[in-house]
């Protein structure tokens, strides 16, 4: 027991997807969709992701599920959706002026437990994102997923 204990877990090596010094937990993009982060009642601070996509009134919380190995075209970016992003608890904490939020990991840890990364099922909100062809993506831009 204690800090002694053999635990069979997983090690994840981070910060591959990145070159050079900058530092990502798994992949170089995280996009979340406003109907995911309404759904689960939380600020989009909260995830970090770097692309929040606003989604028409009626778009399925969770549907980045579905996006694995699609092409999100995102201004003059394309990207390929890697896999669903695995939460942990660090968005349930103290965010500058944001207090504690504990249904920020408890809600997809009810609802969307989904296999991510061969690492099993784990409570997922966003989806991972690799970079095909560089571009300038701003606020408003269209995204649309091939």
């Known amino acids: 027991m204690?800090?002694?204990a053999e635990v069979d877990a997983p090690i994840l090596e981070l910060a591959l997807a990145t070159p050079g010094n900058s530092f990502t937990d798994l992949a170089p993009v995280h996009a979340i969709t406003t109907a995911t982060l309404e759904h689960i009642g939380v600020?989009?601070?909260?995830?970090?992701?770097?692309?929040?996509?606003a989604t028409p009134p009626g778009y399925p919380a969770y549907a980045e599920n579905g996006w694995t190995d699609?092409?999100?075209s995102?201004?003059?970016?394309?990207?390929r959706a890697m896999g669903p992003t695995p939460r942990c608890a660090i968005p349930t904490l103290e965010h500058g002026q944001l207090p504690r939020a504990p249904h920020a990991l408890r809600t997809p840890a009810a609802e969307n437990?989904?296999?991510?990364?061969?690492?099993g099922p784990l409570p997922c909100a966003g989806a991972y994102l690799q970079v095909l062809s560089e571009g300038r993506m701003q606020i408003g831009d269209r995204v649309s997923l091939d």
């Open 2 to 4: 204690g800090v002694d």
């Open 43 to 53: 600020e989009a601070a909260r995830y970090r992701p770097n692309l929040v996509i």
């Open 70 to 72: 699609q092409i999100l």
């Open 74 to 79: 995102v201004g003059g970016t394309r990207l």
């Open 113 to 119: 437990r989904v296999e991510a990364f061969g690492l």
